[in-house]
């Protein structure tokens, strides 16, 4: 199904919406992995902010300090959060047992106390 038809000036501006979403997306995520943001602060800051809302659960998680691949689909399978689900989409259970409850790092329990962040 095709999307609606825009005229050249529309085409313009979504195109610097999305490009505008991609940086502070990419600044967001640049934080978490400096350490001055974290997964908690990120999935807390989702009641509020629609970027943040639209943003992937794998891609925060990935982007703490030594999450790798294979870390966050043992945090994500646990936590039983899918793949492709978004942080404005988990609920408040699923918030609390993905999010790190310590600073970076400390070993964190996740979902049922497995340590699987650091």
Same mark, same amino acid.
């Given at each position: 199904?095709?999307? #609606?038809?825009?005229? +050249?000036?529309?085409?313009?501006?979504?195109?610097?919406?999305?490009?505008?979403?991609?940086?502070?997306?990419?600044?967001?995520?640049?934080?978490?992995?400096?350490?001055?943001?974290?997964?908690?602060?990120?999935?807390?800051?989702? @009641?509020?902010?629609?970027?943040?809302?639209?943003?992937?659960?794998?891609?925060?998680? @990935?982007?703490? #300090?030594?999450?790798? #691949?294979?870390?966050? +689909?043992?945090?994500?399978?646990?936590?039983?959060?899918?793949?492709?689900? @978004?942080? /404005?989409?988990? /609920?408040?259970?699923?918030?609390?047992?993905?999010? #790190?409850?310590?600073?970076?790092?400390?070993?964190?329990?996740? /979902?049922? /106390?497995?340590?699987?962040? @650091?």
């Amino acid at each position: 199904m095709a999307g #609606p038809v825009l005229t +050249a000036e529309q085409r313009a501006l979504a195109l610097l919406k999305a490009a505008q979403a991609r940086t502070a997306r990419s600044e967001l995520l640049a934080k978490v992995r400096a350490g001055t943001v974290t997964a908690a602060e990120v999935f807390a800051m989702a @009641r509020d902010d629609d970027l943040v809302k639209r943003t992937r659960v794998s891609q925060v998680l @990935r982007a703490v #300090p030594g999450c790798g #691949p294979a870390r966050v +689909a043992a945090v994500m399978a646990t936590c039983g959060v899918e793949t492709k689900r @978004r942080v /404005g989409s988990l /609920g408040e259970a699923q918030r609390e047992r993905s999010s #790190p409850h310590s600073s970076a790092g400390e070993r964190v329990s996740l /979902g049922g /106390g497995a340590g699987l962040l @650091r």
